[in-house]
């Protein structure tokens, strides 16, 4: 059969409460232009992120039932610790209520001033860890990962040569470690090889550098090298994530990714005398090591999803809803990230509407668009989020990107959800040219992105007063 189709079937439900156009240009304006402070309820398909946003199966919310909070050595917790143990080969386990947790327990232990933390691309939460501490956090993405228009297989691999001359010049003493993330969340999760990771790993054991994978990712990560990897084909997924992580010293993990699960994360490693300190930092501010800041039931949803996760069947359906989302839009002339990647499809919004400048954010009023077409919340990736304000001048710098992500949840769409969402995408592209840019009328110093309000800086072809 050539029909891929979602490898469940649905027997709980949740409505979708419909909106008419002229409902969503009132409810646009009162969030002042910014999906962030649209109320969820308000959305008809939620593209914001695919973080803690997945459907659970039947098996984890029995999982949910069984969950013992005891508050110490709870079964539950030695059900989820040893699912980690067998599915990454770690041995010390340490929960966490989510990444970020685990992120901040670990450079807390190994970084300080002056230490520099090289890595394919940090998330932001791990840049501002690693920053937490004096330390640097250093992007070395790999040269065919910085054009959006060029496909390449492994656009998430990190640029092996540069790492050389890195570890060649600060090794052992300025790195404490080197981090891989998997996949490589800027631009849509770009896969990382198997080749790459072996060659991060055998610099890391020359120099004597502990390496640790940023795992959230891992599955999707494991199914693009079986497929696109030579070698892999006849793999299966465990063995490819076993093989995968053997090269490495430790990971940390978002639950609310690869997990399944709703909220949680984990720190492991093979090292016990450096897992004793981290328990130690657990305890302070996250709880005893069997629990981690996670109830017990928690845990359980997260064992059970963990190995939901390495399911081929969900693998082939979870990249071809992507995939097809991403060829669909491209097909229909809208500019994307090439190729589409694991979790995401990004439309390049600078090339979109290239009579909007980069100041006059472009991807805010795609974003904007998008909801008023159908009820669709995306999220900017270009200057609101990343664009630079001098603190004096007030003079704003553009980002290097205007892009804007639509994240899929996983198992929380169908394929009649995703049709949808191509046909609003093109009803959209019909009408660019009608369309001008936004500007920013109130913003925080940081972050400006979560709360910022917006006026347009054209009419929008419903408008929100008129009732139109
Ligand atoms: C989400 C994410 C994190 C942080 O995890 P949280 O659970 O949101 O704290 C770290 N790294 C990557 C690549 C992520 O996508």
Known sequence: MKTIIEP???????????????????????????????????????LLTDSGTSAMSAAQWAGIQRGDESYAGSPSFYRFEAAVQEIFGFEQVIPTHQ????????????????????????????????????????????????????????????????????????????????????????????????????????????????????????????????????????????????????????????????????????????????????????????????????????????AVGLREVLEEDYLEYRLASVRYLGERIAAGGVPIMQPPGGHAVYIDAARLLPHVPPLELPGQTVVAELYLEGGIRAVEVGTVMFGTRDSETGEESPAAMELVRLALPRRVYTQSHVDYMVEAILNFHARRESVGGFRIVEQEPVLRHFTARFEPLYELAVSGTSGG
């Open 8 to 46: 469940f079937r649905i027997r709980s439900v949740e409505p979708i409460r419909m909106t008419t156009p002229t409902e969503r240009a009132r409810l646009l304006e009162e969030a002042s232009y910014n999906p962030f402070l649209l109320r969820s309820d308000d959305v008809l398909l939620d």
């Open 99 to 302: 990444g970020r947790a685990a992120e901040r327990i670990l450079f807390s232990t190994l970084c300080g001033p002056g230490d520099i933390v090289p890595s394919n691309t940090h998330f932001d939460t791990t840049r501002a860890n690693v920053e937490a501490t004096g330390a640097r956090a250093l992007d070395l993405p790999s040269p065919q990962g910085l054009d959006p228009a060029v496909p390449h297989p492994f656009k998430g691999d990190m640029d092996a040569d540069r790492l050389a001359e890195v570890l060649e010049e600060h090794a052992p003493d300025r790195i404490p470690l080197v981090m891989l993330t998997v996949t490589n969340n800027t631009g849509g999760g770009q896969p990382v090889s198997m080749a790459n990771v072996r060659r991060v790993s055998e610099l890391c054991a020359q120099h004597g550098v502990p390496f640790y994978i940023d795992a959230c990712r891992f599955a999707e990560n494991a199914y693009f090298i079986k497929l696109r990897e030579e070698g892999y084909a006849e793999r299966s997924i465990p063995e490819i994530v076993r093989e995968l992580f053997s090269l490495a010293d430790g990971c940390t993990m978002s639950a609310k990714k690869d997990g399944l699960a709703n909220i949680g994360g984990f720190l492991a490693s093979n090292d016990e005398s450096l897992a004793r300190k981290e328990k130690n930092l657990l305890i302070l501010t996250e709880g005893f090591p069997t629990y981690g800041g996670l109830a017990g039931r928690d845990l359980e949803a997260i």
